[in-house]
Structure formats: structure tokens, C-alpha cells
């Protein structure tokens, strides 16, 4: 069965230091793997995706995404984090052709200035 | 210019009440899901339905129920609430169908926080 995980239940970087928030997932065919971002009190906002061709995506607000099948490896990244950054992030994998999309526990990211 | 949009936002009811939460896609998708997220932020889906059919049924209570009553539409009836409803129900759409990722890419509404006393 298809499932997500993100190790990292929160994590807490300086404004203007880099982030890599992980995620690995297990399925058998080639996934689809999205990164949604969840401010508080708001919804779910699509940050990026990845279906096939270049591994390394590029998202809204300055994320990114490299996708390594080797390692089962959808990481997300952004070079340098602004405060407006803190909120609960998600790794989805979308599997079957019903388009399940089973998600991460989350990773919270809290910013300090 | 809402994409997904739900309604309530907020809703607050007593134990044994029914209740209904309704959504509403403006993107011309023919698939929409309802997702519930518990106190511990955890994202699982519920239902999911393509062109008014049913096409996924988790394992959920039979007090919820989905009416879909046309593609642009996604209600979620709740008879008999129970404290353990108490979460964040968030409806999402997307197009259906095996050719190309991005037609699956689903896009979610605000979410209605629902508590039950």
C-alpha cells in the first residue's frame, strides 16, 4: 500500500537561513508527489508537483522540489525562509486512477527572527 | 473568483444534531473529494465522486453521507454527530482520468472547522 513519510514533525530555522523539509514515499509505480502548505486557520494551498520529466520542480513563493527515485525522495527546499513561511506542510502521493491522494503527518515550520 | 469554496466555515453543534456542509468548484472539473483532517492535522479522504457517481468510499461511519448533485457540486451530510466528528472537513477538486498528472493535480477549498459539544 502507498504511504508518505515526513520524519520531521517540526522544525524551527532562523529568517533568512535555508530549509529542507523531507519526504519519502512508498509506491509502486512512477508518483505523482505534490508539497501543499496549510497556514493556520487557512487551507490547503498547492506549493508544487511532480508527474515526470526534470526532477527538480519549482514552486510558488521560491520552493523547490527534487525528486529522487533512487532514494524514494521527494524533498522541499527554499534557499532562504521569511517569516511568512511558518506553517504545516504536506507530501502528498496521488495513486490509482480514482486520484487518492494519501498524505505526510506534516511538517511543522516555525520561523524565529 | 473562489476556486473551491465551502460553506460553513465555522460550525458549532450539539452532540446528535445533523448537520451538512456544502462545496462548490468553479474550475470546470468533473471530480471533487471531501478530506478530513483530525486535531492531530492528519489529511485522510473520505469520499470521492466523478460526474455525480460515487468512485471512492473509505471506511466512514454510515452517518456521512455525500450528494453530489451535479459535477460542480459536493455536499457532506452528518446525521447523529458525535464528539469524535470534531475536525477540519475540506473539500477538493480536480479532473478525472489516467492520461497526464497535472489534469489530477486536486485543489482545495478553505475547509469548514466543525465542533461538536
Known amino acids: 500500500a502507498q504511504s508518505v513519510t515526513q520524519p520531521d514533525i517540526h522544525i524551527t530555522v532562523s529568517e533568512g537561513a535555508s530549509l529542507e523539509l523531507r519526504c519519502n514515499y512508498s509506491?509502486?509505480?512512477?508518483?505523482?508527489l505534490f508539497w501543499y502548505v496549510q497556514s493556520p486557520g487557512q487551507g490547503l494551498q498547492l506549493l508544487l508537483k511532480?508527474?515526470?520529466?526534470?526532477?527538480l520542480v519549482q514552486g510558488i513563493k521560491g520552493f523547490e522540489a527534487e525528486f529522487k527515485r533512487s532514494q524514494s525522495s521527494f524533498n522541499l527546499r527554499k534557499p532562504s525562509v521569511h517569516w511568512s513561511d511558518a506553517a504545516e506542510y504536506f507530501c502528498?502521493?496521488?495513486?490509482?486512477?480514482?486520484?487518492?491522494?494519501?498524505f505526510g503527518t506534516g511538517t511543522r515550520l516555525q520561523v524565529t527572527l | 473568483d473562489t476556486a473551491v469554496s465551502q460553506t460553513p466555515k465555522y460550525l458549532v453543534t450539539q452532540m446528535g444534531n445533523d448537520k451538512s456542509i456544502k462545496c462548490e468548484q468553479n474550475?470546470?472539473?468533473?471530480?471533487m473529494y471531501w478530506y478530513k483532517q483530525d486535531s492531530k492535522k492528519f489529511l485522510k479522504i473520505m469520499f470521492s465522486y466523478n460526474n455525480k457517481e460515487l468512485i471512492i468510499n473509505e471506511t466512514v461511519p454510515n452517518r456521512f453521507s455525500p450528494k453530489s448533485p451535479d459535477k460542480a457540486h459536493l455536499n457532506l451530510h452528518i446525521n447523529s454527530l458525535e464528539l469524535g466528528d470534531s475536525a477540519v472537513y475540506f473539500c477538493a477538486s480536480s479532473l478525472f482520468g489516467s492520461r497526464g498528472g497535472d489534469r489530477k493535480t486536486q485543489y482545495f477549498g478553505p475547509g469548514t472547522r466543525l465542533l461538536v459539544l
Open positions: 474550475l470546470g472539473h468533473d471530480t
Open positions: 509506491y509502486g509505480a512512477t508518483p505523482y
Open positions: 502528498a502521493v496521488l495513486t490509482g486512477t480514482a486520484s487518492k491522494l494519501t
Open positions: 511532480y508527474f515526470s520529466g526534470d526532477t
